[in-house]
């Protein structure tokens, strides 16, 4: 005659089975942590957000006279954050392949240390692979000290390659409060 399961028999049973699907729950995902990192390395090389902290490589020196880009810029804080942060200009031009300067002011109005690092973003989306950053405060956290106020530049070029079909770009910066604040 088959022995009946008792209750605490089914249980261990049913736990069993409940441990296995959860190891493989576990064991999937971890997997899928690590494909992740070569498809975030596609994702920022196919929109050019490759290397945000350091300065893009610039292959092609030459300046295309011919033409005339317009370099819309733009600024963002994060709310909450208690600076004031604009360009100096809101636009200039260039022509592709020339190495342009452009400034950016940046005051903190509270009465402590606040720290902070921008974002760059470019508009249309694909212009990203086209701008490239020679020097830029984007590059560090910036630490700017109680009603501080700084310029902070930009140095950038934008690679002849660009499409014809692009006379204007936007480039706006967003900064965002980031750890190492003093309490205040």
Known sequence: MAATPTP?????????????????????????????????????????LRNIDQADEVANTQVDTSRTIRVELDSNLQPGLRWTFAPEQPFVTVHPGEVKQILYRVTNTTDRPVTGQAIASYSPQNAALYFKKLECFCFTRQTIGPHETREMPVVFVLDPKLPHDMPTVSLSYTFFEVEGTSAG
């Open 8 to 48: 605490a028999t089914g249980a261990r049973a049913a736990n069993r089975a409940l441990l296995k699907k959860l190891v493989v729950v576990a064991a999937v995902m971890f997997g899928f942590g690590f494909a992740l990192i070569p498809f975030y390395d596609q994702i920022c090389r196919a929109t050019g």
